[in-house]
């Protein structure tokens, strides 16, 4: 997949278009496993979509990859504390 489709689900995260931004995400985590910002970008589209505890499966396979992240560490725990704390910041090229 190019960068550009993953540019795509970025700006449909934005604009609030879930399902089909995690559909696009979707396919790069299973294209390659090893691209976090798939996993970031789908807890943002879970944990707005009412689906919290996808969205922390999602932040956890993250944090395998990318452990530092403390801003992720936090979106986590907020999860976890039934907190609805979103993110405002999107990973990837589009995010700027």
Do not use: C, W
């Not at 700006?11 to 995400?25: M, N, P």
């Not at 979509?49 to 395998?64: C, D, I, P, T």
Request: charged share 30%; proline share 3%.
């Amino acid at each position: 997949m190019q960068l550009r489709e993953f540019d795509r689900g970025v700006s449909l995260l934005d604009a609030k278009q879930y399902a089909e931004a995690g559909q696009i995400f979707e396919r790069y985590k299973k294209d390659d496993p090893t691209m976090a910002d798939a996993y970031y970008n789908l807890a943002i589209v879970y944990a707005n979509s009412g689906r919290e505890q996808l969205a922390v499966q999602e932040l956890q396979n993250y944090l395998k990859l990318s452990p530092f992240d403390g801003e992720a560490r936090r979106f986590l725990e907020s999860l976890k504390g039934g907190g609805d704390s979103v993110p405002d910041k999107r990973h990837g090229a589009a995010a700027k």
